[in-house]
């Protein structure tokens, strides 16, 4: 068979998904698994399904979070392969912010517009490191967890700006508890793919990536209600099914609870001084079919991509069906890939538009999640209430 027959051979499936998914709610493993295999000759006919199935979901608007990156510790426990953030006590880069440098950076954002303080830290540092144990000591808190809960609340007493928590592997009590002070958080899923364990792979001695445990923390938010981010990390030895599986596995959790708000779409990228320095990097074609599969599997679900993890051409992950910028700021970078700038508000906006798309500013919490913590009577309801326009979006413009 010559190659132009075997290209119409290996469309015929692929259109009879897409005319399937006319019937069907998404798409099935197996056809997932294909169309994130397709060639680029029919990658138009997934981006168009999945950009329609976007438009059915929140049409003609993508939403960002104005906010700012505050990365509480970067002691971590886990070696993972890909990251720069974490660092051991005494290298270079390593601290631990205090109270007042929380508070003298939130204050700061405050007046550029942010309403999101986004609480990124290493993974329970005090258990491996007695430095961390004496910082806390000095500081006057038992654990990480009670230092992040004090400084959410604290935020939340003292400014305008809504705490959104990231920090790793939780107890259902220790959900429960940073729920009080935080409208929503968040984990990483990163991968359903355990043999990612393995000596030298991505998540060699990275205990808490075990994907069961975080599979444990999101469905323990899940049956408190807790509104919740989450997501796939994409080229990091993953295979496609894997991709596929991690989607699925956030699906099934999202159907039981109803409470996932987000899934990220990330790209693995490549930087000096890591591990996977000369790791390959997903092009911006596994990027495209990813965050497309992700649509049409979870097609009333909010899907996301960072756009400064694919600059300088990320405008065009609005083809592929997200519906979500995620986290911008104008103060400060991503301490996770600090040498990849967010983009410039205006051009962002400028991009969003010349596709056809309204930008709007949004909570760390999507509106379709507010009503439940709102009705509650506390501070938390308090600032959100706000916080928050008719429509649950951001008071502060775009």
């Known amino acids: 068979m010559n ?58 608007v993508i939403t960002y979070s104005r906010k700012v990156f505050i990365p ?39 007046k550029l517009g942010c309403t999101e303080a986004l609480f990124s830290l290493g993974d329970k540092p005090e258990l491996l490191f007695p430095e961390m144990r004496e910082t806390l000591q000095r500081l006057g808190y038992k654990s990480t967890l009670h230092y992040l809960e004090a400084m959410c609340e604290l935020v939340l007493r003292e400014t305008t700006l809504l705490p959104h ?16 002070v935080s409208p929503s958080m968040g984990l990483m899923l990163e991968t359903t793919n355990a043999d990612l364990l393995r000596s030298g792979a991505a998540h060699d001695n990275a205990p808490d990536k075990l994907p069961a445990k975080r599979l444990h923390t999101i469905e323990d938010a899940g049956k408190q ?16 099914e894997d991709r596929v599986d991690t989607l699925l596995a956030i699906r099934e959790l999202h159907e039981r609870y109803g409470h996932i708000q987000e899934v990220i779409v990330q790209n693995f990228r490549a930087k ?33 991509a960072p756009p400064n993890l694919s600059a300088p051409y990320y405008e065009d992950l609005l083809d592929a069906g997200i519906n979500d910028w995620g986290g911008v700021s104008p103060l400060t970078p991503d301490f996770i890939n600090p040498e990849k700038p967010w983009p410039h508000l205006d051009q962002l906006r400028d991009r969003t538009e010349a596709k056809g798309f309204k930008l709007e500013a949004r909570l760390p919490v999507y509106p ?20 928050a326009d008719g429509q649950g979006y951001a008071r502060r413009a775009a």
């Open 72 to 110: 509480l510790t970067n002691l971590c426990r886990d070696y993972c392969g890909y990251c720069i953030f974490r660092r051991d006590p005494g290298s270079p880069g390593a601290h631990t912010m205090t109270p007042d440098e929380v508070l003298e950076v939130v204050r700061n954002s405050e």
């Open 225 to 240: 209600g807790v509104p919740f981010t989450t997501g796939l990390l994409i080229g990091i030895g993953e295979t496609i």
């Open 368 to 387: 379709e999640f507010l009503r439940g913590i709102s009705q509650k009577k506390s501070l938390l309801a308090d600032r959100l209430s706000a916080a």
């Open 165 to 180: 928590p990231n920090p790793g592997l939780m107890s259902a009590e220790w959900i429960r508890r940073l729920a009080v």
């Open 272 to 304: 000096p001084g890591i591990p996977m320095a000369n790791w390959p990097e997903p092009s911006l074609g596994d990027m495209l079919r990813t965050v497309a599969v992700a649509r049409l599997l979870m097609p009333r679900v909010n899907i996301q």
């Open 3 to 60: 190659r132009a027959a075997d290209s119409m051979a290996s469309v015929s499936p692929l259109a009879s998904d897409l005319s399937d998914l006319q019937i069907r709610a998404s798409l099935s493993r197996e056809s997932a698994c294909r169309w994130l295999r397709c060639e680029d000759e029919v990658l138009p006919e997934l981006l168009s399904a999945a950009r329609a199935a976007k438009e059915r979901f929140k049409p003609r």
